[in-house]
């Protein structure tokens, strides 16, 4: 596709429930973000990719948040035992060369509700 | 202190008034960029810059380097031009990954026919 695809759209989790959110960045792109938007709020870095490696994930909130890229393409979010305040929007974002310095494309996003 | 500040968080305008919408920021910045965000969470890159001024349609976006300042304007202002929109921050110094956006929280446009 033309723009960065994030799946599924809406995931609605039991709480205490393990999720995968997917992101497919634009090809070529090095550069990949994830982003955690609560109602209301503006976007909260979680986690960098360059290519492959993992050069920040300072923002993800606790350890039962992990991210992987392994083949520095598609993008996996995976949240273990889910809990009410993991609910949000999760975004992400590509760029064609390394930061955020040149242009940043978002998905969709996903919007997560844990119940 | 948030750092990166937008004003105001809620803006309602008439179809054809000139908007503007500002943008403050506390960090040294390599860029700054403007997005657009409508309702279902996508989010589109209406601007990146780090000098100046950029113009594209009826949108215009300013930044001042040594106020640490960007404005957003919207001239003719239409209906389809109802959105948030985000102010973010690509800082100079980010431990040399250069990995991060800041974003600031976000002005919810709604414009009136």
């Known amino acids: 596709g033309a723009g960065v695809s994030q799946s599924p759209r809406y995931k609605v989790a039991k709480r205490g429930q393990d999720v995968a959110l997917r992101c497919d960045p634009i090809?070529?792109?090095?550069?990949l973000f994830w982003y955690q938007q609560a109602l209301g709020q503006g976007p909260e870095f979680l986690t960098y990719f360059q290519n492959e490696a993992q050069l920040d994930k300072s923002g993800l909130p606790s350890d039962r948040f992990f991210a992987e890229r392994p083949e520095g393409s598609v993008s996996t979010l995976k949240i273990q035992r889910t809990q009410q305040e993991d609910s949000a929007v999760y975004l992400c974002?590509?760029?064609?060369?390394?930061?955020?310095?040149?242009?940043?494309?978002f998905g969709q996003g996903t919007r997560l509700t844990v119940v | 202190k948030n750092e990166v500040e937008q004003s105001p968080q809620n803006l309602t305008a008439q179809e054809g008034e000139f908007i503007t919408i500002n943008c403050s920021y506390s960090v040294g910045i390599s860029a700054l960029h403007w997005l657009q965000q409508h309702p279902g969470g996508g989010i589109v890159s209406l601007f990146m810059l780090s000098s100046g001024k950029k113009k594209h349609g009826r949108l215009i976006a300013t930044i001042n380097i040594q106020e640490k300042h960007s404005s957003l304007h919207i001239t003719a202002s239409h209906p389809r031009d109802s959105a948030v929109y985000i102010c973010?921050?690509?800082?100079?110094?980010?431990?040399?990954?250069?990995?991060?956006?800041?974003f600031g929280k976000g002005t919810k446009l709604s414009v009136k026919p």
């Open positions: 974002a590509s760029s064609l060369a390394r930061g955020t310095n040149t242009e940043a494309f």
């Open positions: 973010a921050a690509s800082p100079a110094d980010y431990g040399g990954s250069q990995g991060n956006l800041i």
């Open positions: 090809s070529g792109h090095v550069s």
